[in-house]
């Protein structure tokens, strides 16, 4: 069984830093891209940032220059430096990664949501 469990978030003041990880867990993993989402009371799930096996990343317009996405592939986690924070980054993010396991073949996984809560 293949799991996404995330860590790190919580409440910070405007202008602090949060710095989330998810670790990936299951038997034999190749892991291909992954990133992270955040969702917003009312509004819909959005890219935040993502990082391919070869460390290519890409940004949402909104957190580029704030946010840096990097893994670890020997420890099979990704993580998501967050400075700068705003208010409007306030909302729950979610890892996301493209996972091939053994005898489980290849699928789109999500952590359980992490949140991130930034007041002004």
């Known amino acids: 069984q293949v799991q996404l469990v995330e860590s790190g978030g919580g409440l910070v003041q405007a202008g602090g830093s949060l710095r989330l990880s998810c670790a990936a867990s299951?038997?034999?993993?190749?892991?291909?891209?992954m990133g992270w989402y955040r969702q917003a009371p009312g509004k819909q799930r959005e890219s935040v940032a993502a990082?391919?096996?070869?460390?290519?990343?890409k940004y949402a317009d909104s957190v580029k220059g704030r946010f840096t996405i990097s893994r670890d592939n020997a420890r099979n986690t990704v993580y998501l430096q967050m400075n700068s924070l705003k208010p409007d980054d306030t909302a729950v993010y979610y890892c996301?990664?493209?996972?091939?396991?053994?005898?489980?073949?290849?699928?789109?996984?999500w952590g359980q949501g992490t949140q991130v809560t930034v007041s002004s």
């Open positions: 990082i391919t096996s070869g460390g290519s990343t």
């Open positions: 299951g038997i034999g993993l190749r892991i291909n891209d």
């Open positions: 996301n990664a493209d996972i091939t396991a053994w005898r489980v073949g290849r699928n789109d996984y």
